[in-house]
């Protein structure tokens, strides 16, 4: 019985991680950029909903979703787009300095501690299936999840857009020269990873309660390390990297030995490292991940 | 239709074009030659607006588009087929043909269009609905060209469309390319194969080390006294 | 593959030109108040660790985000290396050996920065072989692995407390013959022979490889020798501020070493200094805005945490308007040697 609960646990976690690395993965399947800020943009979604404490939930989570989205393009707008083309040690340290411009304004704004209210406070008490106690917020994560996942395909599959970025995700240069316009595509793409990480943000929010400056910092983390199992360039595989670091992460904290347990974060990015020097490119990765010639 | 002027083009310190000038007029099939390091695709790269020229003009139609931006120019009729084919391989056959299309406002030109490139090219209605990364050299080639096609271009550019295929199949390619002339599509061709785009084009250039050595109507720059030295040679002095 | 050697005149020459301002800033420092001495020391330690930085990033062109554990290392293994035997027999529980010993400063910090050199050495066999965007990706996971490590391991680092009491050696002198030593190792590097290799593989990998150049070979060795002189600005910055604790060492200083290295460019030694200087004065500049400025009438301040935003932003403006940093590909020393050049061009 353990164990299924463990399990549901894995695939609630596993979905929230699905959504952080997609998010992560999109930007970086198209213009090669690992966006550091991105969880600057979880953090967005987090003050937004705290600032709308006592709103109906529904007015709170849509607010939250809509400006994180509009945070991304911002962001978009504003830092990278001047950096477009430039060689990816400058635009991963630009993107590293800009989650750190975020971070310490909010930390101006706000002050360091973290701030606790209620969001979806309801959905804490777990509902009873069978003999099974599960938690209602974890349901509530894998239907999410799993709807925006079908939505996402479908855009990916059908939507001309859509289809326009695959092609630019998988060869940039080539898109444009069929017409595919650069920055809508892009801008798209951020549009699209602002509301997946606003839909984190409403996770992080409702499992922790509170919100601070730094709560964007893990679930990045995870992102990357997720998006690159996944495989460089494959949004099915950022997702599916996700999912699988869900299932070390619960994995590891339910079969840890007691004095092992702080050090839970260290194995998961050792198990990281190595999975990097087995298959580098990841897991489902198309092409050689290396920097064109 | 098309009008280049005096085009410098360097990588970082390294000039690959030192002031090239060319001309393609409306219905010409004209040919780029010359051995590798040329500067042929870099050529073919500035007019597309993947590279942006240190000095010089093009003109396309009339209008200045030197430094413009890739996609803009496919939306005006300049369509250019890379070295290497360049096909979306994770995409399907239909879905590349149909992002060719991607400039275009007019969904029902655009759809009959398709049928167009699926009668031309039957091979790509049979593979219609396969990843273009499972289809063989030649099949590729084909659909790089349909692709780049489907935006009704006004000139099409074909960077060594030859490369790497069996002779069959490039006569096969240049046959597709003798039927655009005949739908009203102005082509500029590079090639390796100097005997298939002499007898292919019209008018040809030389390119050696940068720069335009020679040029001439295809037909007589054959025995034309100094065409090898200007092809093998090393370069302008 | 033939000789591509060459004496390296303008890098040494930049080396002891910017040795010579360090020096008369130290100089000029000794008059002044020792507040203001603390933040030279504190700027010497950085461009210590910064010239180490660059030794790794500057040559290969790969960014690391995890050398900063190796100050962690080095600065806890000289720690653990210098404190009193009574101190560690209290506050930690390590094996004997490394309880009852104790060395003096200089065996002791060459020592520690060995040994995070030997640990770079095990971790970068393991990592160099990566290519791509795995490479830094691998150094961020060791980064958070060091800190997760530091933070807990409480028998050998004291966990979240604070090991306290370690001796001071480190003033304005020692600082300075530290960023000066780090300063020659990383001017002969970049003109070595080998280091020329790994600058070749930086501009072009595949052209490198092509050539013969083992670019893993060449990086580990980078890596390694760069770890050493990032250890050794642990060490220093341990015993310049009697204490060290875990939380120094993560993602706040990583991100303002590497800016003080973008900032002038990553791609000069002139680089790593002009950077470190720039952000060290722009960082005071806003720190004294912090505590509140007297502009003859009325006081500019600002709420603490400018700082950092301000530099943030700096970081930014500077990546967007000069993608190659500050000063670029630009070494100092070339220009005492552009005379002797135009003469014999002429």
Known sequence: MILVQNAIDAISLGAIYALAALGVGLIFSIMRLINFAHGELIMGGGFTLYVLTGEPYIVMAVAAILIVTVLALAMERVAFRPLRGANPATLLIASFALSYLLQHSVLLIFGSRAMGFDFLGGLNQSIEIGSLRVPGLEIAVVVVTALLLLGLTLFFKRSAIGIQMRAAAEDFDMARLVGVRADRVIAVAFALSGMLAGFVSLYVVAQGGSVSYKMGVNMVLVAFVASVIGGVGSLPGAALGGFLLGIVSVALQAFLPEEWRPYRDAFVFLLFIAFLLWRPQGILARRADRERV | MLAVQDLHVSYGSVVALRGVSIDVAPGEIVAVIGPNGAGKSTLMRSIAGLVRPSRGEIRFQDSAIAGQPAER??????????????????????????????????????????????????????????????????????????RALMAAPKLLMLDEPSLGLAPLIVRKVYEVIAELRKSGVTVLVVEQAVHVALTASDRTYVMNAGAIVMAGRSAELRGTPGFEDAYFGAGPR | MGRIWRFGKVE????????????????????????????????????LVVVGLYIFIGNSGVVSFGHISFMAIGGYASAILTMTVQKKHVLLQLPGFLEHIQLPSLPAAVVAAGFAAFIAWLIGMAFIRLRGIALPMATFAMLMIVHVVAQNWNEVTGGRRALVGLPQFVGLWTALLGAVVALAAAAFYQQWRRGLLLRCSRENEVAAEASGIDIAKERLLAFVVSAFFVALGGVLFAHFLGTITANSFYLDLTFVTLAMLVVGGMRSLTGAFVGTAVVTIVSEVFRSIERGVDLGGFTLSAPPGLQEIGLALILLLILIFRRDGLVGDFEIGSIFFRRAKENKDS
């Not at chain 2, 399907?92 to 759809?111: F, K, M, S």
């Not at chain 3, 108040?33 to 504190?42: C, D, H, K, L, N």
Request: aromatic share 6%; net charge positive.
């Open chain 3, 12 to 47: 040494f020459a930049t080396a002891t030109a910017i040795s010579v301002v360090l020096l008369l800033v130290v100089l000029a420092a000794g008059y002044t108040a020792p507040a203001f001495q603390r933040t030279v020391i504190e700027s010497l330690i950085d461009l």
């Open chain 2, 73 to 146: 120019l496919v939306a005006q009729g300049l369509s250019l087929v890379p070295e290497g084919r360049r096909i979306f391989g994770s995409l399907t056959v239909g879905e590349n043909i149909q992002l060719g299309a991607t400039p275009r406002g007019d969904r029902r030109a655009a759809a009959a269009d398709m049928e167009r490139m699926l009668t031309l090219f039957p091979i790509l209605k049979e593979r219609f609905h396969q990843k273009a990364g499972k289809l063989s050299g030649g099949e590729q080639q084909m659909l790089a060209i349909a």
